[in-house]
Nanobody
Framework: QVQLVESGGGLVQAGGSLRLSCAAS????????MAWFRQAPGKEREFVAA????????DYADSVKGRFTISRDNAKNTVYLQMNSLKPEDTAVYYC???????????????????WGQGTQVTVSS
């Protein structure tokens, strides 16, 4: 069982930066693929980024490539999402997720993830 708690959201102007954190409980954190998803009002939850258990492999949605960076610190049971050059369209609730099945050919499928956090709101003003 893994419990995930996100933090770091807030209100920022377009072009600004935020760093989200996701703290995980459980001794097997390092075995999970970790990811960030987001959901804007009236829209489906969408994939943002994922990172393998070792941190060697990462994957990003095209909409955030070059602006967002996912990383993890297994010693601290924490995964991060550094968000730069933020745009109003990045406004959403951001969720942390954990997948115990391992690094697969696709990381963007919501139903593949076993555990979810409660989410943190990110609002980007124009």
């Amino acid at each position: 069982q893994v419990q995930l708690v996100e933090s770091g959201g807030g209100l920022v102007q377009a072009g600004g930066s935020l760093r989200l954190s996701c703290a995980a409980s459980g001794r097997t954190f390092s075995r999970y693929v970790m990811a960030w998803f987001r959901q804007a009002p009236g829209k489906e939850r969408e994939f943002v980024a994922a990172i393998s258990w070792s941190g060697v492999s990462t994957d990003y949605a095209d909409s955030v490539k070059g602006r967002f960076t996912i990383s993890r610190d297994n010693a601290k049971n924490t995964v991060y999402l550094q968000m730069n050059s933020l745009k109003p369209e990045d406004t959403a609730v951001y969720y942390c997720a954990a997948d115990q099945a391992g690094w697969s050919s696709r990381r963007d499928i919501v139903y593949d993830y076993d555990y979810w956090g409660q989410g943190t709101q990110v609002t980007v003003s124009s």
